[in-house]
């Protein structure tokens, strides 16, 4: 199965399939190159991904077409070197709605990576049929994230309460008038 990939100015996004999330689970890195063309440091996940991704391989065991609506890797086009994740929290919601997150690993902080990789999946997510907003849940004391949402032209739209994290700001853009009709 040939999944997309997303081009930015100096990233490549690339999709995690079962394969790749096992290599990644496993601490592959032999194995996670071959499926992403990417090297690491180390083969561990990205900040905030590793608890996440065991749910995530029972999901693509079921349904492995859906992997473009969960995990990407962010790749450096100059470098090949992985530099973190952005992720989907599955296909759209009746409402259209699809939830994005993303984590860069500590060395590759503050190069913008996250807000370039964020825009692109956007861009993807609003060329899907269906897809009528994208949001983010940004914890309110981690003000790289909230820069992130708010630079690729996101706003708050209600607050919450998360277990792990604490008060979270949601954040939402919806699609151009265009969008979400293509397939």
Known sequence: MTHP?????????????????????AGDAEQLQARTGASFRW????????????????RLRAHPAEAPWWCW???REDTGEAVGSVALGGPPDPAGAVLVGYA?????????????AVRGMI???????????????APVWNTPA?????????????????DDVGEVLVYAVSAPASAGSAG
């Open 146 to 162: 909230l820069r992130v949402a708010e630079n690729v032209g996101m706003r708050p739209i209600a607050t919450g309460e998360d």
């Open 43 to 58: 083969p561990a996940p990205p900040p905030y991904m590793a608890e996440a991704l065991p749910d995530v391989r029972e």
């Open 104 to 116: 860069v690993y500590p060395e590759h902080e503050g190069h913008g990576f996250a807000t370039e």
């Open 73 to 75: 890797l962010i790749v």
């Open 123 to 137: 861009g993807w997510a609003f060329g899907q049929a269906g897809v009528r907003e994208v949001r983010a849940l």
């Open 5 to 25: 990939t997303i081009r930015t100015s100096r990233l490549r996004l690339t999709v995690l399939d079962l394969a790749a999330v096992d290599a990644l689970i």
